[in-house]
C-alpha cells in the first residue's frame, strides 16, 4: 500500500487489515468480514458515526442529527472536529457515493 502521510502502530500489521478489506468484492463479502472483525456494538457505532458524518456534511445541525440518529451530542461534535481535521477519507467516499446516485 503506497499511502504516504501519518502513520499509527506498526506498519505491516495496518497495511495488512486495509489491503485485506480493499480485496472484499461486493456488500456481502464485507458484511460478513466486518461482522468477524468488529463486535456488533463496534459495528453500529461506526454505521452511526458515518451517518452523522454524511448528515454534517450536508449542513444539517447538531440537533436534528441527534434526533434523526440518537447519536450523543459528544460523539456528534468528535465527527465533526474529524471531519474539520479530515485526511480526506469522508470526503472521498461521499463523493464516489455522490457519483453513483
Same mark, same amino acid.
Given at each position: %500500500?503506497?499511502?504516504?502521510? =501519518?502513520?499509527?502502530? =506498526?506498519?505491516? =500489521?495496518? /497495511?495488512?487489515? *486495509?489491503r485485506a478489506i480493499?480485496?472484499?468484492r461486493n456488500e456481502?463479502?464485507? *458484511?460478513?468480514?466486518?461482522?468477524?472483525?468488529?463486535?456488533?456494538?463496534?459495528?453500529?457505532?461506526?454505521?452511526?458515526?458515518?451517518?452523522?458524518?454524511?448528515?454534517?456534511? =450536508?449542513? %444539517?445541525? *447538531?440537533?436534528?442529527?441527534?434526533?434523526?440518529?440518537?447519536? &450523543?451530542?459528544?460523539?456528534? $461534535?468528535?465527527?465533526?472536529? $474529524?471531519?474539520? /481535521? &479530515? &485526511?480526506?477519507? *469522508?470526503?472521498?467516499?461521499?463523493?464516489? %457515493?455522490?457519483? /453513483?446516485?
Amino acid at each position: %500500500m503506497a499511502v504516504q502521510g =501519518k502513520r499509527f502502530g =506498526k506498519k505491516q =500489521k495496518n /497495511d495488512d487489515f *486495509y489491503r485485506a478489506i480493499l480485496l472484499l468484492r461486493n456488500e456481502e463479502e464485507c *458484511y460478513s468480514f466486518f461482522r468477524d472483525v468488529c463486535t456488533i456494538n463496534e459495528l453500529r457505532a461506526m454505521e452511526q458515526r458515518f451517518e452523522v458524518a454524511r448528515l454534517l456534511t =450536508k449542513g %444539517m445541525v *447538531y440537533n436534528d442529527i441527534l434526533e434523526r440518529t440518537g447519536a &450523543s451530542s459528544a460523539t456528534i $461534535s468528535r465527527v465533526a472536529r $474529524s471531519l474539520n /481535521d &479530515s &485526511s480526506g477519507g *469522508y470526503e472521498c467516499v461521499f463523493g464516489r %457515493m455522490e457519483d /453513483d446516485e
